[in-house]
């Protein structure tokens, strides 16, 4: 008996490893070069992982107002929170940065992983259409709504995942690639002790 326990620990000690190192795995499509965007992100940065994120408004939302942005960087086995702000049309300006404990972290990093982020689908993220009845579909549309985006960059590429009024799609119709990003995004705000 005492085998089989001592087995089985071994086993779920293994695949825990094998999967929190699935992000560190992945294969991301685009490369940093081909992105000015994602430059002035890690401009001056050093990391071996970097998972950013930002609420995207539109204008009038955030014209008087900060906008604020999310990063968790990994280098050299510590993990760093920063935040980010910056006005419309201004540089981003460090405005805090604390260090992670990796037992925190981790259970962001396993919950990526498992679900493979980097994997979700535009399209399923952003489906905005349910049937009315057996001639008519209906489709929500938000014109001055606010997109929730993460980019998750590593060795010189990145991938970005974006969705589009999350909480109010998923009550209009629910997709289970959506739910996940939801719960991505409230487990990855919840390691910025932010106001």
Known sequence: MKGLILGSIICFLIVNEVVSQNIFDAEFPSSIDSS??????????????????????NYW?????????????????IWKSCVYASKKGKKLKKKKEEN????????????????KIWALRHDSLNWRERPKNDSIIEVKYYGHGCTDRFYIIRDNSYVRIHCYEAEELQSFVFVHQRQIFIEIRNKFLELFNDD
């Open 61 to 77: 939302s955030t014209r008087k107002g900060e906008r604020k942005y999310f990063a968790i960087i990994y280098k050299d086995d």
């Open 36 to 57: 000015d965007e994602i430059k002035k992100y890690v401009e001056g940065i050093e990391f071996d992982l970097y998972i950013g994120y930002f609420n995207n408004c």
């Open 100 to 115: 992670l404990s990796k037992k925190d972290v981790s259970v962001f990093i396993n919950l990526i992983s498992q679900n």
